[in-house]
């Protein structure tokens, strides 16, 4: 594999989700531009039809985030063999508004510094997608029936990730948590 780092590769491989494919659609998002942090992260679901399998891959260079989502498609009736879609997204480290991140710890009154976390969930919002939750408005008076309309929030959703280390290990974890602190970093000041 050419292109992206060897760690980047080695972590593509380790993943064992179509890593020649993932390395040449990385390679061609990053377009010679060195990565600095990256975080591969797969996933598995099942459904009532199959087995889905999906990838994402986060790479932070000097100027930009480049992020890619394959899928794997099974073979049906119109399509006798089995797809994939790969989709990469650059987007300039300036543009970047937020970098979430949620920790999850066990027996938190025990925690330490530095300690392991059970699962961390990274958000990432750039301003391309947001996700609205509305609910109806209300007055406080609870004998009140009248129509108040609507109340909600946005929150930016361009990129989440939830890493387990139920489900993929401490390291994995450690790997995410590594890459938010390296992209909360390249983020401050940039605007």
Request: hydrophobic fraction near 40%.
């Amino acid at each position: 594999m050419r292109g992206t780092t060897p760690e980047l590769n080695d972590e593509l491989r380790r993943a064992g989700y179509y890593p020649e494919l993932v390395a040449d659609v990385m390679d061609v998002a990053l377009s010679g531009e060195p990565v600095t942090a990256f975080l591969v992260h797969p996933e598995t679901t099942f459904d009532e039809e199959a087995v889905r399998r999906h990838v994402t891959v986060l790479a932070l260079t000097a100027t930009r985030l480049v992020v890619a989502h394959v899928d794997d498609h099974g073979p049906d009736r119109e399509n006798p063999a089995t797809t994939a879609a790969a989709t990469t997204e650059a987007v300039a480290v300036r543009l970047i508004r937020s970098v979430m991140l949620t920790h999850v710890v066990e027996d938190p009154q025990r925690h330490r510094i530095g300690g392991p976390r059970s699962e961390v969930s990274l958000g990432i919002g750039w301003g391309a997608v947001s996700h609205v939750d509305l609910e109806p408005a209300s007055c406080g008076d609870p004998a009140c029936e009248a129509d108040h309309g609507l109340t909600g929030s946005i929150a930016p959703n361009d990129v989440m990730v939830r890493v387990s280390a139920q489900a993929e290990g401490l390291d994995a974890v450690r790997s995410a948590t590594a890459f938010a602190v390296a992209l909360s970093a390249a983020t401050a000041g940039t605007r």
